[in-house]
């Protein structure tokens, strides 16, 4: 039970534009933990087999990869405060090997905790209002949206405070405990899907009807895995006060008829092929009908929620400051990372900053401990206390003034967090693989690296501008390779480590399956098949046309021609 029922979180952080912990959250996570410690303490005195705390520890995120255990942290969608950063670096000095990784899905992990100090980093975790609830198991996932979300200028309206209202209500639903398989929710507010919502076993983007009113159009089954598949849309406008019981409909038509027969076939997007969409939409329409009146969400909810959201104190003078242009036009370098790794702000005067956790070095999502401090450090100084992580395995600053980016640069060179590569080839998505994961049939990081050398040329890397690469190490797809402008996924053959490859997918607005090119290639031969790639691309494209555009163009054809003849 929770000793410190006075608990009070202004005492604790500094006030910013995120979700505050009140006494019952902060009730709920510490008795987790207590609840876990003891259950962790059964298993290790042998009073509990291992079948009967496998399905405990996985509801804590807690799993058993190659080496050692593995934690998952819930980042909820994406945001942490200056004292969490801190307190990462503290476990990964005290309970890890001094880094920690950062997913796909806005989420943290450690890689080498002991079992038996597993509670202990969750009581760590809860003294900063943190915790590994439901980061694992056949349950309602970590809710994702935006890295942008509150300041980029495409906006139709902040996500965050929905991603809070449903990651509220998600947490320990009972009804919703155990599903069929995991269940993941995404929310955009932009026109631009930076959230991947397409790709969610439910995806929500707000939208304008024709009367102007804002309210969500609704996705459901989509995801990727080893069966990739776009959402469609069940609802193309929803009122917010059905949001909820919106949700609940569709989870309770899953739970009821999705196939716990199988696993490879028992998410949602298997149960809208195999019923039908019309079909599919017809019993969440009846369910709907029968629970939506008795759970409305109210505005008074939704405005106590925006509350918790408000925008930082702006410098309203911020926009008068010349030196940041002054700057650019004084030093190449700079003015390179501001194009690379900076975002437009709705706040004139304020850039979003990108730090590349890329570095050539460095296995892709990566940081020490003394990085994490470092970057705690900076966001109070420059960016009101707070950061983000991306699905594309970086963070973000996102309120950083233009008259602090010179300064702020050379503190994030000096870690090797300035790496102006944010949305360029050697900025990829890489699952652990081998290295860690026992579910992975081949290598990622080394992969990962041996391409990154290849591509030392920083001129060449931005001539070829926006193109992403997605790797995976199994058909899992963490790394999220269906969906990757070039997707690279590990297979076994006979015992050796062999890679397919796919050209044009893509996550964002015009969502896309990659085409598989052709047979798999030997580990020693993926780079060179890269860079073959890449070759065509340059050769063939029209004036400023992106490797995506021309893939749409030409199709598959000459990019399998040149690395299958090279190969």
Same mark, same amino acid.
């Given at each position: 039970?929770?000793?410190?029922?006075?608990?009070?979180?202004?005492?604790?952080?500094?006030?910013?534009?995120?979700?505050q912990?009140?006494d019952?959250?902060?009730t709920?996570?510490?008795?987790?933990?207590?609840?876990?410690?003891?259950?962790?303490?059964?298993?290790? +005195?042998? /009073?509990?087999?291992? #079948?009967?705390?496998?399905? !405990?520890?996985?509801?804590?995120?807690?799993? %058993? =990869? $190659?080496?050692?255990?593995?934690?998952?942290?819930?980042?909820?969608?994406?945001?942490?405060?200056?004292?969490?950063?801190?307190?990462?670096?503290?476990?990964?000095?005290?309970?890890?090997?001094?880094?920690?990784?950062?997913?796909?899905?806005?989420?943290?992990?450690?890689?080498?905790? +002991?079992? /038996?100090?597993?509670? #202990?980093?969750?009581?760590? !975790?809860?003294?900063?209002?943190?915790?590994? %609830? =439901? $980061?694992?198991?056949?349950?309602?996932?970590?809710?994702?949206?935006?890295?942008?979300?509150?300041?980029?200028?495409?906006?139709?309206?902040?996500?965050?405070?929905?991603?809070?209202?449903?990651?509220?209500?998600?947490?320990?639903?009972?009804?919703?405990?155990?599903?069929p398989?995991?269940?993941?929710?995404?929310?955009?507010?932009?026109?631009?899907?930076?959230?991947?919502?397409?790709?969610?076993? %439910?995806?929500?983007?707000?939208?304008?009807?024709?009367a102007?009113?804002?309210?969500?159009?609704?996705?459901?089954?989509?995801?990727?895995?080893?069966?990739p598949?776009?959402?469609?849309?069940?609802?193309?406008?929803?009122?917010?006060?059905?949001?909820?019981?919106?949700?609940?409909?569709?989870?309770?038509?899953?739970n009821?008829?999705?196939?716990?027969?199988?696993?490879?076939?028992?998410?949602?997007?298997?149960?809208?092929?195999?019923?039908?969409?019309?079909?599919?939409?017809?019993?969440?329409?009846?369910?709907?009908?029968?629970?939506r009146?008795?759970?409305?969400?109210?505005?008074?909810?939704?405005?106590?929620?925006?509350?918790?959201?408000?925008?930082?104190?702006y410098?309203?003078?911020?926009?008068?400051?010349?030196?940041?242009?002054?700057?650019?036009?004084?030093?190449?370098?700079?003015?390179?990372?501001?194009?690379?790794?900076?975002?437009?702000?709705?706040?004139?005067?304020?850039?979003?900053?990108?730090?590349?956790?890329?570095?050539?070095?460095?296995?892709?999502?990566?940081?020490?401990?003394?990085?994490?401090?470092?970057?705690?450090?900076?966001?109070?100084?420059?960016?009101?206390?707070?950061?983000?992580?991306?699905?594309?395995?970086?963070?973000?600053?996102?309120d950083?003034?233009?008259?602090?980016?010179?300064?702020?640069?050379?503190?994030?060179?000096?870690?090797?967090?300035?790496?102006?590569?944010?949305?360029?080839?050697?900025?990829?998505?890489?699952?652990?693989?081998?290295?860690?994961?026992?579910?992975?049939?081949?290598?990622?990081?080394?992969?990962?690296?041996?391409?990154?050398?290849?591509?030392?040329?920083?001129?060449?890397?931005?001539?070829?501008?926006?193109?992403?690469?997605?790797?995976?190490?199994?058909?899992?797809?963490?790394?999220?390779q269906?969906?990757?402008?070039?997707?690279?996924?590990?297979?076994?053959?006979?015992?050796?480590?062999?890679?397919?490859?796919?050209?044009?997918?893509?996550?964002?607005?015009e969502?896309?399956?990659?085409?598989?090119?052709?047979?798999?290639?030997?580990?020693?031969?993926?780079?060179?098949?890269?860079?073959?790639?890449?070759?065509?691309?340059?050769?063939?494209?029209?004036?400023d046309?992106?490797?995506?555009?021309?893939?749409?163009?030409?199709?598959?054809?000459?990019?399998?021609?040149?690395?299958?003849?090279?190969?």
């Amino acid at each position: 039970m929770i000793t410190n029922r006075d608990y009070s979180p202004e005492r604790h952080f500094k006030r910013s534009s995120m979700y505050q912990y009140n006494d019952n959250d902060q009730t709920l996570v510490e008795e987790r933990v207590a609840q876990f410690r003891r259950q962790t303490g059964q298993f290790l +005195k042998g /009073e509990i087999s291992e #079948d009967q705390y496998r399905a !405990l520890r996985l509801r804590n995120g807690l799993y %058993i =990869q $190659t080496h050692a255990p593995m934690l998952r942290i819930a980042g909820p969608y994406g945001l942490l405060n200056s004292k969490q950063l801190r307190k990462l670096a503290h476990i990964a000095r005290k309970y890890d090997k001094s880094y920690c990784h950062f997913t796909t899905r806005q989420n943290i992990q450690f890689n080498w905790p +002991k079992l /038996e100090e597993v509670p #202990d980093i969750l009581a760590e !975790l809860a003294s900063v209002q943190m915790h590994a %609830i =439901q $980061t694992s198991g056949n349950c309602m996932r970590n809710t994702t949206s935006d890295h942008l979300a509150g300041v980029c200028i495409d906006e139709i309206e902040d996500p965050r405070p929905y991603c809070e209202i449903i990651r509220q209500w998600t947490t320990l639903h009972p009804e919703f405990d155990y599903l069929p398989r995991k269940f993941k929710i995404a929310v955009s507010g932009a026109l631009h899907d930076r959230a991947a919502t397409q790709f969610h076993d %439910i995806g929500l983007q707000l939208v304008k009807n024709d009367a102007g009113e804002v309210g969500f159009k609704v996705l459901v089954g989509g995801g990727l895995g080893r069966t990739p598949v776009i959402g469609q849309v069940i609802k193309p406008y929803l009122e917010k006060k059905h949001l909820l019981s919106y949700l609940e409909a569709i989870l309770r038509i899953y739970n009821l008829f999705g196939r716990r027969d199988n696993k490879y076939k028992a998410r949602i997007k298997i149960l809208v092929k195999e019923t039908g969409m019309d079909k599919f939409s017809e019993l969440v329409q009846r369910e709907w009908l029968l629970i939506r009146d008795n759970n409305e969400l109210g505005n008074a909810r939704i405005n106590e929620m925006k509350a918790q959201f408000i925008p930082p104190a702006y410098e309203l003078t911020a926009s008068e400051d010349t030196s940041y242009v002054q700057q650019q036009l004084q030093d190449k370098a700079f003015a390179t990372w501001v194009k690379y790794n900076t975002a437009n702000h709705k706040t004139a005067g304020y850039r979003a900053v990108f730090l590349s956790l890329k570095s050539p070095d460095s296995p892709p999502g990566d940081m020490t401990d003394v990085q994490l401090d470092a970057v705690a450090d900076l966001a109070d100084k420059y960016s009101f206390g707070e950061i983000r992580s991306t699905h594309r395995q970086n963070l973000i600053l996102a309120d950083v003034k233009q008259a602090d980016l010179f300064s702020l640069w050379r503190q994030l060179d000096g870690l090797k967090l300035a790496t102006p590569n944010i949305g360029t080839v050697t900025d990829m998505i890489c699952c652990p693989g081998l290295d860690f994961c026992s579910l992975a049939n081949a290598g990622s990081i080394g992969v990962a690296k041996e391409i990154n050398e290849a591509l030392d040329d920083m001129d060449y890397i931005h001539d070829i501008g926006d193109l992403k690469i997605n790797m995976s190490g199994c058909m899992n797809g963490c790394a999220h390779q269906s969906v990757g402008h070039i997707g690279i996924l590990g297979v076994d053959k006979k015992g050796a480590e062999w890679y397919q490859l796919t050209l044009g997918g893509s996550s964002e607005n015009e969502a896309a399956i990659g085409e598989r090119l052709g047979p798999a290639v030997a580990k020693d031969q993926v780079t060179k098949a890269v860079i073959s790639i890449l070759d065509v691309y340059i050769k063939q494209r029209l004036d400023d046309e992106s490797f995506l555009d021309m893939v749409n163009r030409v199709g598959i054809a000459p990019f399998k021609e040149q690395v299958y003849a090279d190969n």
